[in-house]
């Protein structure tokens, strides 16, 4: 059932056509910056850098889509676990099988992370064909001044994209959760990024800085530690600690939920 379910996912339209427009990102984000150059900003500076390497072309890609692009896309996937089903009216025929509903759950969150890892990492290596094809490609100057060598690069670079798609399984979590009350799909969809959204306003107001550890979003920016020498392991570990108590917590809510829901449709 798990395979039949990623097989499913990553057929449908919606998702081929989501997968298509994130895939050009890198290669427009990559023109606008070969023909105007890059630009400053906060955070570790990767448009300015993409020009000297385009290597970094797929860092400067991965933090311009982590903000909002990229949740919305996963939680579009995930909000339509059970909501999509409950909608089409095929939930019912589902729970007919002899599946518990905690397997159909689990099979639902299990397609939905592959989903997130498969998107960062296509989306990585889109952009690094992007940035070899309009930049100079060579030996990587880290952000704390280091040289390593391309192929180390891109390990790094690959490792970053895991670590992209590692953050994003609170948006699968919070999705999930959120369509096991719903049979609207589109009304999971907002809820969901909603609450992402609302966690990014919380993660930059000094007031709240005491729940800051504990918003969703708050170590997304750690994959750019992977690029210091030595690698700064702080944060990209309190990313992996907070997105498996939010996978946790958000699962249980789930499956609290889904239990005894009256399947009607």
């Not at 970094?56 to 890609?61: G, K, N, R």
């Not at 280091?146 to 609170?170: D, E, K, P, R, W």
């Not at 702080?234 to 997105?243: A, L, P």
């Amino acid at each position: 059932m798990f395979l039949s379910e990623i097989k499913l996912l990553l057929k449908r339209r919606r998702t081929e056509v989501l997968f298509i427009l994130l895939l050009l990102e890198p290669w427009l984000l990559a023109f606008l910056i070969y023909q105007f150059g890059g630009g400053g900003g906060q955070g570790p500076n990767f448009l300015n850098l993409v020009t000297h390497n385009g290597i970094f072309l797929v860092l400067a890609s991965l933090s311009s889509l982590l903000p909002l692009l990229l949740p919305l896309a996963v939680s579009l996937v995930s909000s339509d676990a059970i909501a999509g089903e409950a909608s089409n009216g095929t939930l019912r025929y589902l729970l007919t099988a002899p599946v518990s509903r905690f397997k159909l759950l689990v099979h639902k969150m299990s397609s939905s992370l592959v989903f997130i890892f498969v998107l960062s990492v296509t989306i990585s290596l889109s952009g690094l064909v992007a940035g070899s094809v309009f930049f100079p490609v060579g030996k990587v100057l880290l952000l704390s001044g280091q040289t390593v060598s391309f192929f180390h690069g891109v390990l790094l670079v690959l490792l970053s994209a895991l670590l992209v798609g590692l953050s994003l399984i609170c948006v699968v979590a919070i999705g999930i959760a959120i369509s096991t009350f719903t049979d609207i799909p589109v009304g999971a969809t907002l809820g969901t990024l909603g609450a992402i959204i609302l966690s990014e306003i919380l993660d930059n107001i000094t007031q709240v800085r005491g729940i800051w550890p504990l918003l969703p979003t708050n170590y997304w920016m750690s994959f750019s530690d992977l690029f210091r020498s030595p690698i700064i392991f702080s944060g990209i570990s309190k990313n992996i600690v907070n997105q498996v108590g939010w996978l946790i917590f958000a699962f249980s809510i789930a499956l609290a939920k889904f239990r005894f829901k009256d399947i009607t449709s």
